[in-house]
């Protein structure tokens, strides 16, 4: 694990609130006198999917991270522990709601003004972040949150640098935010638009994924049970995809890391600097971007050199 903590690394999928640890969880559920359970059911546990992922974040995560205060700490401690872990360059992301005492536009400010902190406390670290929008989320609650993208990134041009799209893909699509998204392709075509796509089995409809194409993501989550020719047309168009090794394994989409659609994808051709490693939830699944790099370098069978020049690779391609 020493050559995998060594390299300066980039992570660019990870959800605050799911990269939270779950002692510093419990840590902050003390502080803020909530009660947790003694036993949480974590990955690992039998028959544990990513449905349970979700129910982690509505029924233990968001009973503890209730207002600014709970916030700021995730915040923190979340870019304390990927610093720890040798990432050098880290785009964080998160769903603005209100908490108490805030609105979405509170969450927003609360985030910025954490991550301004935990940098100036880390040095070697620096640190962006994503506005994300819940698929489940009404048309008007998604152009909230791309105006607030828009605002947050014209005040602070060097933190926030664009939208992504996650939320529990069994909810269902994602076409009802395509005029929010377009806008933001049209009025701050700087930001960046990044999206989970095709995560689980049950068909998204082909449709659903051209129309998503349309938008000109610039990058793509998970892309697990993307069909062959919708991998062919992003291969020739370069669409940077953020590889969740641990998420789609332990959250139970993928059957095993060696089948994982990594090792397709590295085979056929995909440029190696367009497949990012990544960790997703840290704290759910229990594997920092080291842990995850080992992983990647078992299963595609290559040495440490060829992971050190990858992780250079995309450390060019995408640390700004
Ligand atoms: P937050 O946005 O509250 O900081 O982070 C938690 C949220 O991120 C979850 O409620 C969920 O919407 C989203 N999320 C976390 N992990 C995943 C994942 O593996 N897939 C998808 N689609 N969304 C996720």
Redesign the pocket.
């Known amino acids: 694990l020493t050559w995998a903590k060594n390299l300066a690394k980039t992570e660019l999928h990870a ?4 990269s939270i640890g779950m002692p510093d969880l419990r840590k902050l559920a003390d502080l803020k006198g909530v009660h947790l359970p003694a036993e949480i059911a974590l990955p690992g546990s039998a028959g544990f999917s ?1 449905d349970d ?2 129910a982690l ?1 509505s029924k233990t995560i968001y009973s503890v991270v209730r207002d600014a205060q709970a916030l700021q700490f995730v915040v923190e401690h979340v870019v304390a522990a990927f610093k720890r872990d040798g990432v050098r360059y880290l785009e964080l ?3 603005p709601k209100s908490l108490e005492g805030m609105d979405m536009d509170g969450y927003v400010s609360t985030v910025v003004s954490a991550i301004s902190k935990a940098m100036s406390e880390n040095e070697t670290i620096r640190v962006k972040f994503l506005l ?1 929008v ?1 698929r489940r989320h009404d048309p008007e609650t998604a152009s909230t949150i791309v105006s607030l993208a828009i605002k947050y990134a014209n005040l602070f041009p060097s933190i926030v640098v664009g939208v992504d799209v ?4 069994a909810c269902g699509g994602i076409k009802h935010l395509v005029p929010s998204l377009s806008r933001l392709k049209l009025d701050a075509p700087t930001l960046k638009l990044v999206i ?1 796509f095709a ?1 689980i089995e049950t068909p998204p409809e082909e449709d659903e994924l051209l129309t998503i194409l349309s938008l000109n993501p610039d990058r793509l989550g998970h892309c697990t049970f993307v069909p062959d020719h919708i991998m062919a047309t992003m291969r020739a168009r370069k669409i940077p995809i953020e590889i ?1 090794l641990s ?1 789609n394994v332990v ?1 139970g989409t993928v059957n095993s890391f060696e089948a994982h659609h990594l090792k397709q994808l590295w085979d056929s051709g995909y440029p190696r600097e367009c497949l990012i490693l990544c960790t ?2 840290v704290g759910i699944f229990c594997s920092d971007l080291s842990n995850e790099y080992v992983i990647a370098r078992r299963v595609l069978g290559v040495s440490r050199e060829v992971m050190e020049e990858w992780a250079q690779l995309v450390c060019d391609k995408y640390a700004r």
């Open positions: 959800h605050i609130n799911g990513l992922v979700f974040f992301r998160s769903t994300s819940d996650c939320g529990n893909p989970h995560e969740c998420s959250g997703d939830d």
